[in-house]
């Protein structure tokens, strides 16, 4: 418990994410502050989550839970943590997760230009189709103009007397509109006359009283009077002269629409002759319509299948690169395999890593369930997996297999399971090109497999892992590593690793084995006991009781009250934990201090 509160003081978000993954226990129900000083007079308290500081917090049963198949990427990440203290893997690592990281951008960038390619090549060929096909609209282009040359034919009509007819029909309609013109112009020029004649003095009038109210000075002053009188005249006079020249524009009238009917008249008398020998004029029009609207839609078709073919030759460079892209991320991955097999980043102590490039199911599974799930899987996804339904992944040949999947739901491969409703291609060709890839590390141990070693064995080697992140220099805290160990396997191999370990990095650790606290050269021992657990161990005051010192410190005074205060650290040491006398024995041959 004091462990526990020490790390959830420093770094909750750490114990928390450790203990869910161990399923270890949580002290809780304890309205307490808690509080860690540093050596540089820092202080962290259980109160204040906001202020943290780095720490490793290590559970119990948490390294037996890296070994098991949930724990398999908690291991991942603690291998390639290791991994990552060698700057020349951690630059690789580096590159290679901006080459994953542009090359998945650089695949879905291309399924979205594909299916913008897809949706114009779909939306033209509905213009397309609403327009005709093109071979039933040069046939009736055919017809049309077949059915102009007969009417020709039959109403003599040469194409010069054609030119003609069009010309004389175009001139008439424009002597028509200007006879219409002129008139209207003169019915408008006599209305504004007889207006201007008979109201005109009235709005003179009016116009000068209102020039009146405007004018700051006596009204009967001989200069008002004057200058008004003169404007009335001016505008009379004005309006008058206007009258005037509307009455000489209107006496021109007449003569122009009698040149106008005269011009009319020898047009029509030109024209006659022209629409007497053409009865079929109109039918020929509507005919000439009909052909230049068929042969209209004939270029739009014709335009439409030039860029159905260049849509389509883009679509195919595209899906080019799609499985080119593909491809090289698969690559990508197995240049991590290669790199992590070189010497300099293996371990000592005859731990050896290795890696190899595994496949998501779980990643792979958001593919197939775009699909419904009463289909064969195999006729889904073909030889990616077997008859039970377990994925088969092959580095070598997954790109492959992939792209032979795009082409059965690209051509709507008959035998495929029908796509869950709402749910597009482009989104299952996204899910089919996902990066369902990550790097499996394998850890050995004098070339046995973690996976089939020892309890004991696999707990010594991934405790080891866990102290070999030397270049961090943050405390770690663990709670009870001796699990599954034996004290042969403590004292011969784990407590020199933990002795080197210790030299750059604080280590603190629960234990119930004497090995690890005297072989182990502990600088200082904390003693704990909870009152009431056992007879004649009671403490002086509280439930949970402290001691601490030196191995060194060793004395023995019965009159003292709490059990934590008859003994040193010493007598604790050897009363509590297992093997504690032949652990003190053992350190006192080996540094001669008997």
């Given at each position: 418990?004091?462990?526990?509160?020490?790390?959830?003081?420093?770094?909750?978000?750490?114990?928390?994410?450790?203990?869910?993954?161990?399923?270890?226990?949580?002290?809780?129900?304890?309205?307490?502050?808690?509080?860690?000083?540093?050596?540089?007079?820092?202080?962290?308290?259980?109160?204040?989550?906001?202020?943290?500081?780095p720490i490793t917090y290590i559970p119990q049963l948490y390294i037996n839970h890296l070994a098991e198949e949930d724990g398999k990427s908690q291991l991942n990440e603690l291998v390639k943590s290791i991994l990552m203290q060698n700057d020349d893997f951690k630059s690789f690592?580096?590159?290679?997760?901006?080459?994953?990281?542009?090359?998945?951008?650089?695949?879905?960038?291309?399924?979205?230009?594909?299916?913008?390619?897809?949706?114009?090549?779909?939306?033209?060929?509905?213009?397309?189709?609403?327009?005709?096909?093109?071979?039933?609209?040069?046939?009736?282009?055919?017809?049309?103009?077949?059915?102009?040359?007969?009417?020709?034919?039959?109403?003599?009509?040469?194409?010069?007397?054609?030119?003609?007819?069009?010309?004389?029909?175009?001139?008439?309609?424009?002597?028509?509109?200007?006879?219409?013109?002129?008139?209207?112009?003169?019915?408008?020029?006599?209305?504004?006359?007889?207006?201007?004649?008979?109201?005109?003095?009235?709005?003179?009038?009016?116009?000068?009283?209102?020039?009146?109210?405007?004018?700051?000075?006596p009204k009967h002053a001989r200069i008002v009077t004057n200058s008004l009188a003169e404007l009335q005249a001016g505008l009379k006079l004005e309006i008058e002269s206007y009258v005037s020249k509307i009455a000489l524009r209107h006496q021109k009238t007449p003569s122009t629409?009698?040149?106008?009917?005269?011009?009319?008249?020898?047009?029509?008398?030109?024209?006659?002759?022209?629409?007497?020998?053409?009865?079929?004029?109109?039918?020929?029009?509507?005919?000439?319509?009909?052909?230049?609207?068929?042969?209209?839609?004939?270029?739009?078709?014709?335009?439409?299948?030039?860029?159905?073919?260049?849509?389509?030759?883009?679509?195919?460079?595209?899906?080019?690169?799609?499985?080119?892209?593909?491809?090289?991320?698969?690559?990508?991955?197995?240049?991590?395999?290669?790199?992590?097999?070189?010497?300099?980043?293996?371990?000592?102590?005859?731990?050896?890593?290795?890696?190899?490039?595994?496949?998501?199911?779980?990643?792979?599974?958001?593919?197939?369930?775009?699909?419904?799930?009463?289909?064969?899987?195999?006729?889904?996804?073909?030889?990616?997996?077997?008859?039970?339904?377990?994925?088969?992944?092959?580095?070598?040949?997954?790109?492959?297999?992939?792209?032979?999947?795009?082409?059965?739901?690209?051509?709507?491969?008959?035998?495929?399971?029908?796509?869950?409703?709402?749910?597009?291609?482009?989104?299952?060709?996204?899910?089919?090109?996902?990066?369902?890839?990550?790097?499996?590390?394998?850890?050995?141990?004098?070339?046995?497999?973690?996976?089939?070693?020892?309890?004991?064995?696999?707990?010594?080697?991934?405790?080891?892992?866990?102290?070999?992140?030397?270049?961090?220099?943050?405390?770690?805290?663990?709670?009870?590593?001796?699990?599954?160990?034996?004290?042969?396997?403590?004292?011969?191999?784990?407590?020199?690793?933990?002795?080197?370990?210790?030299?750059?990095?604080?280590?603190?650790?629960?234990?119930h084995n004497a090995n690890l606290v005297v072989a182990a050269d502990a600088e200082c021992v904390i003693v704990a006991n909870q009152d009431g657990q056992q007879r004649c161990f009671e403490n002086e005051k509280f439930k949970f009781e402290y001691c601490s010192g030196s191995?060194?410190?060793?004395?023995?005074?019965?009159?003292?009250?709490?059990?934590?205060?008859?003994?040193?650290?010493?007598?604790?040491?050897?009363?509590?934990?297992?093997?504690?006398?032949?652990?003190?024995?053992?350190?006192?041959?080996?540094?001669?201090?008997?």
């Amino acid at each position: 418990m004091l462990l526990y509160h020490i790390a959830k003081a420093i770094n909750p978000a750490e114990v928390d994410e450790k203990v869910r993954l161990a399923k270890a226990s949580e002290y809780k129900g304890f309205d307490i502050d808690f509080e860690v000083v540093w050596s540089n007079g820092d202080l962290s308290k259980l109160s204040d989550v906001i202020s943290t500081k780095p720490i490793t917090y290590i559970p119990q049963l948490y390294i037996n839970h890296l070994a098991e198949e949930d724990g398999k990427s908690q291991l991942n990440e603690l291998v390639k943590s290791i991994l990552m203290q060698n700057d020349d893997f951690k630059s690789f690592t580096k590159n290679q997760e901006q080459k994953i990281s542009d090359t998945h951008e650089k695949i879905n960038g291309t399924i979205s230009r594909i299916y913008r390619l897809k949706e114009s090549y779909k939306s033209l060929a509905k213009d397309s189709s609403e327009i005709g096909t093109k071979s039933a609209i040069e046939e009736e282009i055919k017809r049309l103009q077949a059915a102009i040359l007969a009417l020709r034919e039959k109403a003599g009509f040469s194409e010069q007397e054609e030119r003609a007819f069009n010309h004389l029909n175009s001139r008439k309609g424009s002597l028509e509109k200007r006879h219409k013109t002129v008139s209207d112009a003169a019915i408008f020029l006599k209305q504004l006359s007889d207006s201007l004649t008979l109201k005109g003095d009235y709005l003179v009038d009016e116009l000068t009283e209102t020039v009146k109210l405007d004018i700051d000075a006596p009204k009967h002053a001989r200069i008002v009077t004057n200058s008004l009188a003169e404007l009335q005249a001016g505008l009379k006079l004005e309006i008058e002269s206007y009258v005037s020249k509307i009455a000489l524009r209107h006496q021109k009238t007449p003569s122009t629409l009698a040149r106008l009917d005269s011009r009319l008249k020898s047009t029509e008398q030109a024209i006659t002759p022209l629409l007497e020998k053409i009865k079929e004029q109109k039918a020929l029009e509507v005919i000439r319509e009909k052909l230049k609207s068929e042969e209209a839609k004939l270029k739009r078709i014709t335009e439409i299948e030039h860029r159905l073919l260049s849509i389509a030759t883009d679509g195919k460079a595209l899906r080019e690169d799609l499985y080119q892209s593909f491809g090289e991320l698969v690559i990508t991955y197995t240049e991590y395999v290669k790199e992590i097999s070189r010497p300099e980043y293996q371990l000592e102590e005859a731990i050896n890593i290795s890696a190899n490039v595994a496949f998501s199911s779980s990643k792979f599974d958001q593919f197939v369930k775009s699909f419904d799930g009463r289909g064969n899987l195999t006729n889904l996804v073909g030889d990616l997996a077997d008859s039970e339904g377990n994925y088969i992944f092959c580095p070598e040949t997954h790109a492959q297999k992939i792209f032979y999947i795009d082409e059965k739901i690209r051509r709507k491969d008959e035998k495929l399971p029908s796509a869950k409703k709402g749910t597009t291609e482009e989104d299952i060709i996204r899910k089919l090109y996902s990066d369902c890839f990550y790097i499996n590390y394998s850890v050995s141990y004098k070339e046995d497999q973690i996976e089939t070693m020892s309890p004991g064995k696999r707990g010594l080697v991934l405790l080891n892992l866990i102290l070999h992140l030397s270049n961090a220099s943050h405390p770690i805290l663990i709670d009870q590593p001796e699990d599954n160990l034996d004290n042969r396997t403590i004292y011969d191999q784990l407590n020199d690793f933990i002795r080197d370990r210790k030299k750059k990095r604080q280590i603190i650790m629960v234990t119930h084995n004497a090995n690890l606290v005297v072989a182990a050269d502990a600088e200082c021992v904390i003693v704990a006991n909870q009152d009431g657990q056992q007879r004649c161990f009671e403490n002086e005051k509280f439930k949970f009781e402290y001691c601490s010192g030196s191995l060194e410190n060793s004395f023995e005074d019965s009159n003292k009250i709490g059990i934590l205060k008859k003994q040193g650290i010493r007598q604790h040491v050897c009363q509590i934990l297992e093997g504690g006398i032949l652990a003190f024995k053992e350190r006192e041959l080996k540094y001669g201090l008997k």
